[in-house]
C-alpha cells in the first residue's frame, strides 16, 4: 500500500501534512478562473520542476501518469470541438495540474501523518455518532491507491505492449479489476484485523 510514497527524504517531506493540504486546497480554488491555457501551461512548467528538484525517483512517477492521457485528450478534445481549443488546452491543463499536485501530496507524507491533518475536519461529526478515525482512515486509502493502482496497471500494461503491438484486450483490464479487488480484499482483512471493523470503536 505504500507503494506510492517516496521513501527518500526531501524537503517537501519536511513540510507539516495540514500545510500541503491547505496548499492544495488553495491551488484548486486558485486554479478554477484561469483561462488563459499559457498560464497553466506556465504553472505545469512549475510543478513539473519541483519535480525535478525531489530526484529521479519522482521524475519516474510522471510515468505513471500515463494512463490518464487518453481521458484527457478526450476531455480536451470535446471541450474544444464545443468551444475552442484554447479552451480544451485549458481544461486538460487544469486538470493535469490538480493531478500533480495531489501526487506530490501522497508521495511526500505517510498515511499517518495525512490521517492526523485530516482527523480533526471530521470531529465535528462525532456527536452523530460518526466514527472521524474511520473515515480519516478512508480518506487516506483512496489517496494512498491512486498512484500505487496507477502504477500497477502501468505495469501490465507495458507488459503487453512488450509482447504485441495490438492495443490492450478486454481480458488484461479484467484481470487487473480483478487484482484491485483482492488487493481490497487483503487491506479490508488486515484492517479488520486492526479493530477498524469493529461496530462502534471509536479511538
Keep these: 500500500m505504500m507503494g506510492g510514497y517516496l521513501s527518500r527524504t526531501t524537503w517537501l517531506h519536511r513540510l507539516p501534512a495540514g500545510l500541503k493540504l491547505l496548499m492544495v486546497a488553495g491551488m484548486s480554488v ?7 491555457w499559457r ?9 513539473t520542476g519541483i519535480y525535478g528538484t525531489l530526484g529521479r525517483d519522482a521524475v519516474r ?3 505513471v501518469l500515463k494512463p490518464i492521457v487518453p481521458l484527457l485528450v478526450i476531455i480536451g478534445g470535446l471541450q474544444g470541438l464545443s468551444t475552442q481549443w484554447k479552451d480544451g488546452a485549458s481544461v486538460v491543463l487544469r486538470l493535469l ?5 495531489a501526487d506530490l501530496v501522497t508521495m511526500t507524507t505517510t498515511m499517518s ?7 480533526p475536519l471530521f470531529r465535528l461529526l462525532r456527536p452523530l455518532g460518526v466514527n472521524s478515525r474511520k473515515i480519516t482512515l478512508s480518506v487516506a486509502l483512496v489517496l494512498r491507491f491512486i498512484p500505487v493502482l496507477l502504477a500497477n496497471w502501468r505495469a501490465r500494461e507495458e507488459a503487453w505492449r512488450a509482447r504485441s ?11 487487473f479489476l480483478i487484482e484491485t479487488l483482492r488487493l481490497a480484499d487483503q487491506v479490508a482483512e488486515a484492517l479488520d484485523a ?3 471493523g469493529r461496530a462502534g470503536r471509536q479511538p
Design 165 to 175: 503491438r495490438r492495443r490492450v484486450p478486454l481480458r488484461i483490464v479484467v484481470l
Design 39 to 47: 498560464l497553466l501551461a506556465l504553472w505545469l512548467a512549475v510543478v
Design 61 to 63: 512517477r510522471l510515468c
Design 194 to 196: 486492526r479493530g477498524y
Design 97 to 101: 495540474l490538480m493531478v500533480l499536485v
Design 113 to 119: 501523518a495525512l490521517m492526523d491533518a485530516v482527523e
Design 30 to 36: 486558485a486554479l478554477l478562473p484561469v483561462q488563459d
